[in-house]
Nanobody, 110 residues
Framework: VQLQASGGGLVQDGGSLRLSCAASKRISVTNRVYWYRQAPGEDRELVASMIGGGHIDYAASVKGRFTISRSVAENTLSLQMNSLKPEDTGRYYC?????WGQGTQVTVSS
């Protein structure tokens, strides 16, 4: 299974982006799905997770600004990011079950 992430880019402080992750094959709804990010020189950080299409968790730093969602029918995972801050800059990775995407770069300018 391959995951293709897209939607990253350069945005100003306070702006919005929507990241998408498309799977080449169906991922079971029971699989956990995640968005991680990694800033230069930093460890990879869990941003958001969804278990079984129900239970959702967010990192404290993004709670209230980011929304994770998925479409099992379309094999996609999304991350809506609002009120972006420069500290949100990093490479964002999607993960569905045991599969990882290649990442998409998000840069927030101040």
């Amino acid at each position: 299974v391959q995951l293709q992430a897209s939607g990253g880019g350069l945005v100003q402080d306070g702006g919005s982006l929507r990241l998408s992750c498309a799977a080449s094959k169906r991922i079971s709804v029971t699989n956990r799905v995640y968005w991680y990010r990694q800033a230069p020189g930093e460890d990879r950080e869990l941003v958001a997770s969804m278990i079984g299409g129900g239970h959702i968790d967010y990192a404290a730093s993004v709670k209230g600004r980011f929304t994770i969602s998925r479409s099992v029918a379309e094999n996609t995972l999304s991350l809506q990011m609002n009120s972006l801050k420069p500290e949100d800059t990093g490479r964002y990775y999607c993960c569905m079950g045991q599969y990882w995407g290649q990442g998409t770069q998000v840069t927030v300018s101040s």
